[in-house]
């Protein structure tokens, strides 16, 4: 690392752990607890950080855990270098550390002015590189505890953006995946002046960036001028992750959404006039409070007609202070559970047609740094996400190469390499 640090596999003995927690379903919660004590267990005599979203909405939860050393603020991570420096000094006490860094999460929305102050330029174990160009929601989704850990929108400055994207490229990533918590709303806090459109104009005039995807957008963000961008350019992937949560237009209701099923299907299909097999995946969640079986029922239709390539399927969890936990009508965790089952199932067959319509044609792959660990093919990646196995050596990892498509399961296609 630029500061003289060095990062070591999690595995090994370290003096220093930081730990990068998630706030996002009370599953999300339990996972960070679990993991900060698997931490302190196998270092003993490391010094523990912990920062990251849960930090921020649930700190005393943190404090309360045996061998936590100190906890950050979200949006200050970028200080913990100086405070190691300093000997696990506060600087000038702007620095919320130890056991005493905030009060507990209150509902009062926050402006993080030092979202980007972290730059990264490297992922190890990653193939593509992920770039933050955003931070922060106002949708307010009735489940979400986001809005209130993380604040407003704030968006990154273009020329950050392309600073960042240069020194990602010089450290040899083909692909740059754009993040962000509301990625559609890029720009919303100056009107608009900027949007993301600007941000992919300006991107894919960088030599040496062969594909920058979206990671995930809200359906009713898609815009004409967006479709055309993709539909246009060899650099932007066509594949757009846009969460649906519920077909049904009563829960989408009582969740909050910005939009109903009717023009969500309609977006998916402007999308499709103009792409040629675009990639549509998508985020559901299973059991929201309310959902009876007929409203289970539409969602499986919407699925079936949108024909997702890929579906993420959650089981709804309450989540303290959002308005659905308080809701009435809270799903039996069976009925989830069967629920989830048989949307899988279903989204599996969607997921299988997709990949099938790639059968006897060639598709460009990044291929990954690793093996398959079950086979032992090489691995990658297209620009729709379709992941493609096939034989080949090391020397091609990290090169983008076309594979001839053989055949297809829900999961993956097996091809032969065209090089
Ligand atoms: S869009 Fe909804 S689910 Fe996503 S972060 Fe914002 S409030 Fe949460």
Known sequence: MS?????????????LCVINTCTVTSTSDEKSRQQIRKVVRN???????????YAESDAEAIKKIDGVGYVFEKGKESRIIDFVKNGFLSDNNSVPVSSNIREPHTKKLRRNESAFNLKISKFDGHTRAFLKIEDGCDIFCSYCIIPYVRGKVISKKIDDILFEAEHLISNGYKEI???GIHLGAYGKEVGYQVSIINVLEELQTLPGLERIRLSSIEVNEITDGLID??????????????????????????????????????TLEKIRE???????STDVMVGFPGEEREHFENTLRLCEQA???RTHIFPYSPREDTPAAKMPGHCKPSEIKARKKELESLTAETSLRYKESFIGRNISILVEG?????????????????????????????????VYVESALPQFVMGKCRV
């Open 3 to 15: 500061s003289g640090y060095e990062e070591t596999p999690i595995s090994s003995p370290v003096d």
């Open 43 to 53: 270092n003993p005599d490391a010094t523990v950080i912990v920062t990251g979203c």
């Open 177 to 179: 995946v754009l993040t």
């Open 229 to 266: 961008l993709i539909a246009n350019s060899d650099k932007v992937c066509p594949h757009f992750h846009l969460p649906l949560q519920s077909g049904d237009n009563y829960i989408l209701k009582r969740m909050n959404r910005k939009y109903n099923s009717a023009q969500y299907l309609s």
């Open 274 to 280: 103009r792409l040629e097999l675009p990639s549509i």
């Open 307 to 309: 024909g997702f390539s």
């Open 370 to 402: 690793t093996r398959d660990r079950k086979t032992g093919k090489l691995c990658g990646y297209s620009d729709r996400y379709i992941k493609v196995l096939f034989d080949g050596t090391d020397d091609l990892m990290n090169e983008i190469v076309d």
